[in-house]
């Protein structure tokens, strides 16, 4: 391997990869009864943590950096003056396999920028995959972008060599996509994650028939919507992603904070934070719905168009909907325990186990991890006394006083962003 | 008050919860050997090894908490804490009492205390399965350094077994000075020092492949390119890469 050279590649395809937030190596459970390179138990690993406190669990890189498009919101858009470059097929297959055996990763998490057209970049990203498993026996995780317009026959083959297929909406509403990236089109974004919808029941089904039908994505497919790049609403936000999650069966829904890379008319001012508080808001949203069995209309709905930035969304919502609280941890199911705020999936079924031998007091919940400061305003729990009569504005304003948020410096710049 | 004190292994721990009930001692002290002291007015009992009494109280545990809640009772030893013999005992006496599988019991301290434990071996467990870190020995056999928290190479010898199949691999434990090996079939325990056929000299790996250092380049260049600056965000990277695990992770070696 020529070290500098490839040094240098990777580099610039690292950078130019590291705006797609999905990091996820779980969800797919492969084992390896044949002696090949790798596994996955089902769950992820996080081999490190980058000094933003990002999760590296794949070698998430480019394959060329090259584009033929001029999305906005995009480093690697054709009229932005930066260093281009390209792997070669082996090249990625070395750097995959030499990182792998050393337990850096997972395994690779490869996208690109499309030169030429759809097909042609899409046939090398296949090319990839195809040789890892084929040739190098690799049986770790692979997670292929799908170029958008690429044909469906490339799509089912990416399926039955990657883990994971993603194809990345980005920007969260049909106008932002019109202002910043104007060459796309929406439906043209939308029908591979059809296609790969209908192959991956298909695929499954089949299974069910013969059991030595391949596996086809075993871990379904994803996709990542950029915030705050242009003037979106949460409400607009958690429609796009509901309607993703329900229309094509996909497992996760990344949000991107914007990162301001280009001074334009069109995009937020160049020096502008990133909104993380709000990026962890929705993904708190995001998390309400999958685990904690809310829909998305009683967190972010007409009326309430955006999320709180102070507080959680489910601190929120309960503190709209008092009628609901107290909730009797003695008794109450896990449905109603699962929205007392401050309390977490893993506790409250810690709950509903440890009930049945006795009554639980404040002492020993707060050893199940929940945060008793929130928790204790809306529970009936040994001697505690929840505020039950508390204006809802006075209950934010007092709970607001005893929290301190890690994002406190964070808000004032970004309340004010699009007003 | 009684002293009761083991041989430092889940049988000796579990012989001597057998002869708390066959001497029907009453308020006792469970200690590991080398952690007792001499104590005045208090009856101190050494208890050895015993595997047919270790494994009728073994019957016990498996007829109320299964076989995964042994399991989890031998994991909990690997915390390696003084007083987690003592919280064991405690676990098996309210077990008995009840007569039911007490581990769903989170209201119950000890039973909490043991679960406490046993998190924290997993989050160690966890960690270790992503921070070892092989390195390419001129051999071919890929060898990493851990010092852990608590013994868990019991516990992620399977792991690296299955993943890496295909390759040789030692990970050595420097704080309880043994390794476990894996050669291509199973993994054995190694301690350093002792040739080994299939090890390189001394039993560790030092002369390292040609390919060695140039991977660890590239790997501390990707780590450093995938890092977005505006986004920054120390505390929260201290948090999930404590500075304990720094020595052996690739990426925070200085150049």
Known sequence: MNWDRVKEKLEILADAAKYDVSCSSSGSKRKNPDKMLGDSSGMGICHTYTEDGRCVSLLKILLTNHCIYDCLYCVSRKSNDIKRAAFTVDEVIDLTIGFYRRNYIEGLFLSSGIFKNADYTMERLVRIAKKLREEHRFNGYIHLKTIPGASNELMRQAGAYADRLSVNMELPTVSGLKLLAPEKDHKEMIKPMESIKNDIIQFRSERKLIKSTPKFAPAGQSSQLIIGATNESDLEVIQTSTSLYKNFNLKRVYYSGYVPVLAHQNLPQLGTPVPLVRENRLYQTDWLMRFYQFDASEIVNEKHPNLDLEIDPKLSWALRNREFFPVDIQTADLHAILRIPGVGVKSAKKIIAARRFGRLDMKTLKKFGIAINRAKYFMVAGKNKPLVEWESDNLRRLILQHSSSKYRGNFSNQLSLFS | ?255
């Not at chain 2, 301290?109 to 070892?132: D, G, I, N, Q, Y």
């Open chain 2, 1 to 255: 008050m009684n002293q009761v004190v083991f041989e430092n292994t889940f049988d000796g721990l579990l012989t001597s919860v057998f002869e708390i009930y066959a001497q029907k001692l009453v308020d006792v002290d469970l200690i590991p050997e080398g952690n007792d002291c001499e104590l005045f007015f208090r009856k101190k009992v050494r208890v050895a090894t015993d595997l047919e009494k270790s494994r009728r109280v073994q019957d016990q545990i498996i007829k109320y908490l299964g076989k995964n809640g042994l399991k989890s009772l031998w994991k909990a030893t690997l915390t390696e804490t003084p007083t987690i013999g003592q919280t064991i005992f405690e676990v098996i006496r309210y077990m008995l009492q009840r007569k039911t599988n007490v581990l769903a019991d989170f209201g119950n301290p000890s039973v909490l205390t043991l679960h406490e434990a046993l998190k924290k071996l997993s989050r160690e467990r966890h960690r270790m399965t992503a921070f070892v870190r092989f390195q390419r020995a001129s051999d071919g056999t890929y060898c990493a350094i851990i010092s852990p928290d608590f013994d868990v190479l019991p516990i992620i010898a399977d792991h690296f077994k299955s993943r890496y199949a295909d390759q040789k691999w030692m990970i050595f434990d420097t704080k309880r000075k043994y390794g476990i090996y894996y050669d291509l079939k199973e993994v054995y325990p190694v301690e350093l020092n002792q040739p080994s056929a299939d090890l390189t000299p001394s039993g560790s790996c030092i002369t390292l492949d040609e390919s060695e250092e140039g991977f660890q380049n590239l790997w501390k260049s990707y780590f450093k390119a995938t890092n977005i600056a505006s986004r920054r965000n120390i505390k929260l990277h201290l948090q999930h890469v404590p500075k304990r695990y720094w020595k052996y992770l690739t990426e925070k070696a200085k150049d």
